[in-house]
């Protein structure tokens, strides 16, 4: 066992164990009980909604009886019920019976079923003091036994989301109180140890053992610089005494290290999962709308903007913001630092939530929405480049999937608690509890991430990764003169690429904002699911990429299948989508958000390292940052059209054709991509040791 594991790996696990299982212990509890409770609870409820509706509408019966009207013949006494009943669902029936118990006026919703399936509420009609007849307000048990089972649901997935954010807290408070200073105390103590004195990255304010550590190092380096500056005194002075002092000086340097570390520090590197909380809160301030952002937008007055662009155009202004800033909030990161880039990024992401909940005005959430498009693209820059200053080549893999768990941790816990809170206190309420999220943010942010610009890293903007053959420098001077193509004529010309990204990387984001973000709420809302259920519905996506995303990243990897399983990816998302054309149900959304999970699950983990391998020509002249960057800009373009196409096809053909023809879409862009890509050649030349790991 070594030192690290008795320190703190193996104490740490047991801390986990026992922390996890006496929470998930304490939550099954409370859930339990609720549970137990749901029913009783509803029964209640669902009675005084009955009689307070009876109340309301027999004393408006009474005013009619008082004018001399007799029961018997009272005018439009159906049509009214009927107006009620459709401003209450949970009402099965209205109707009034004369003292003997026959029926005189009845809604619709009273012919058939047996009386034991309804709770009846009586409440007696009276005039001038006496009873004339009975109001009969009636809730059918089988609404009351689904209303149970929301409930149950909504327990069920309060326990898991619960549980999932608790443990990405606990994650988090460990990592910066206790495993980070261990590890960089004993990576500080193993190095002096070793002989190696070389300076390193400051610690965190603080941290007092370690800091002791750093200057000890510091005032060893300092005396070891001062020996050299003597020496060098030393011989111009007394080259007698300089050369008895210049084997002291060759011993000093052949036995330890001195001077500045190059590259990433390992005793930083562990605080790469500090970003892993910030960015779940981004994310998880975002997603909170997801459920119900289309239809809240059809629901406010759009004055002269079409129909089908309605619902869709709040959904695009997001999008469009997160791709036009994109670019330059990565250069802005870099050069103003992290964490005043990420604080910027949630005071923005806060900004534009509040003002949503604000300010109910459709022009206002078009604008509003692009303003938080503009702040998730900075906060998204600055964690992706705060683990890129924290990682190195030999766990930057590792960093990125820390990086992309996180994103899809909130990807399963926002939808449903937004839908929950949506169901319970109105949507408004549920923006600004994600602009007090983002607030959150922002604060933990001042209070861990290092102020100023990153030291000693690359820029996150342009990732360089090595040239796979000669560089600029060593082609000699005749290579130098000749005048290079640009980057994007050479592109245009590589069939693969253009395949990769027009034939699956854009229909990939086409197809989760087009039909996921937009598609789904309103098609479930259309089939009567509440926002709960909604919410519900799309965190299938969510498990479905943290469960699935690393096994088929790791089977890309070991059987190099990058090109069939994007392909494959397609075509499944493809099937799954097709069959709402026959008739949309909650089923068929359910299937078809499942296999959007798993095909971009299969596909987007091996488009990145597709796009290395396809472009190695092109990237030992620019490099692949460009590249990807390119890549990812048509990607964020596609999404960002997604939206406003489904939107175009719902309002011309129906929620559920539209979901068809996005099915068919994905079919036929991903049997193109494969003809194309298997015409143009496969063969890449083996692994490509500079291309980035499939984790994202």
């Not at 109340?55 to 009207?69: D, K, V, W």
């Not at 193993?190 to 304010?205: K, L």
């Not at 070991?558 to 998302?573: D, E, I, K, N, Q």
């Not at 391998?613 to 620019?622: G, H, I, M, Q, S």
């Amino acid at each position: 066992m070594t030192l690290e594991d008795r320190l703190y790996t193996r104490p740490v696990r047991r801390l986990f164990v026992f922390v996890l299982a006496l929470l998930l212990t304490v939550q099954l509890a409370l859930s339990l009980y609720a549970w137990s409770l749901s029913e009783r609870a509803l029964l209640p409820e669902f009675g005084r909604k009955a009689q307070t509706t009876g109340m309301a509408l027999s004393a408006q019966l009474a005013r009619a009886l008082e004018h001399g009207i007799p029961l018997q013949r009272l005018e439009g006494v159906a049509e009214y019920f009927g107006d009620v009943l459709k401003q209450n669902r949970d009402l099965a029936y209205l109707r009034i019976t004369d003292n003997s118990g026959a029926v005189l006026y009845g809604s619709a919703q009273a012919e058939g079923g047996a009386p034991e399936h309804f709770l009846d509420t009586a409440l007696p009609l009276l005039h001038q003091g006496r009873a004339v007849g009975q109001l009969h307000v009636g809730v059918d048990r089988s609404y009351i036994a689904a209303r149970v089972r929301e409930l149950r649901y909504d327990i069920a997935i309060v326990l898991i989301t619960s549980l999932l954010i608790a443990f990405e807290i606990l994650w988090f408070v460990v990592t910066l109180t206790f495993t980070a200073p261990m590890r960089q105390i004993l990576a500080l103590m193993t190095s002096m140890a070793a002989g190696d004195f070389r300076q390193r990255a400051a610690p965190q304010e603080g941290a007092g053992i370690a800091a002791r550590l750093h200057a000890l190092s510091e005032r060893i380096n300092q005396v070891f610089a001062e020996l050299v500056h003597g020496a060098a005194a030393l011989r111009i002075a007394s080259p007698r005494k300089a050369a008895l002092a210049e084997p002291l000086l060759q011993r000093l340097r052949h036995s330890y290290r001195f001077g500045s570390a190059d590259g990433a520090d390992a005793a930083q590197q562990p605080r790469i999962v500090l970003v892993r909380v910030l960015s779940f809160l981004f994310m998880f301030a975002e997603m909170l709308s997801r459920p119900f952002l289309p239809v809240y937008a059809a629901s406010l007055p759009s004055g002269a903007v079409a129909r089908a662009l309605q619902a869709s155009l709040p959904v695009t202004s997001f999008l469009l913001g997160v791709a036009l800033a994109m670019p330059f909030a990565g250069r802005w990161s870099d050069r103003l630092g992290r964490r005043s880039s990420y604080v910027a990024g949630a005071l923005t992401v806060m900004a534009g939530l509040a003002l949503t909940g604000l300010v109910p005005q459709y022009y206002a959430l078009v604008a509003a929405r692009a303003f938080t498009g503009i702040g998730y693209a900075i906060m998204f820059m600055a964690c992706q480049g705060y683990v890129f200053d924290n990682t190195d080549s030999s766990n930057r893999g590792k960093g990125m999937a820390l990086f992309v768990g996180a994103i899809m941790v909130a990807e399963i816990c926002a939808p449903a608690v937004g839908g929950i809170l949506a169901d319970r206190v109105g949507y408004r309420a549920v923006f600004l509890v994600g602009a007090g999220v983002a607030l959150l943010a922002a604060v933990i942010a001042t209070a861990v991430l290092r102020k100023g610009p990153p030291s000693g890293s690359v820029p996150a903007a342009a990732q360089p990764v090595p040239p796979a053959g000669p560089t600029a420098a060593g082609t000699g001077a005749a290579a130098a003169a000749v005048p290079r193509e640009p980057l994007l004529a050479r592109l245009a010309r590589n069939k693969r690429f253009l395949a990769l990204s027009i034939l699956s990387g854009v229909p990939a984001k086409f197809l989760y904002s087009g039909f996921l973000i937009f598609l789904v709420p309103l098609l479930l809302s259309g089939l009567g699911l509440s926002k709960s259920e909604i919410g519900r519905y799309t965190m299938l996506y969510g498990l479905s990429c943290l469960a699935l995303a690393p096994l088929f990243a790791h089977l890309a990897d070991r059987y190099h299948a990058y090109a069939p399983l994007v392909a494959a990816g397609g075509l499944l998302t493809g099937l799954g989508l097709l069959p709402a054309g026959w008739g949309a149900s909650g089923e068929l959304v359910l299937l078809g958000i499942g296999a959007l999970g798993v095909g971009q699950s299969m596909s987007i983990s091996a488009q990145l390292v597709l796009v290395a391998r396809v472009t190695r020509e092109e990237a030992r002249d620019a490099g692949t940052g460009p590249i990807v960057g390119l890549f990812r800009l048509l990607e964020r373009l596609g999404a960002a059209a997604g939206p406003i196409a489904a939107g175009m096809l719902a309002a011309r053909y129906g929620a559920a054709q539209a979901m068809a023809m996005l099915g068919g879409f994905a079919l036929a862009a991903s049997l193109l991509f494969a003809v194309v890509f298997a015409a143009a050649g496969t063969r890449t030349g083996g692994p490509n040791p500079d291309a980035p790991k499939a984790v994202a």
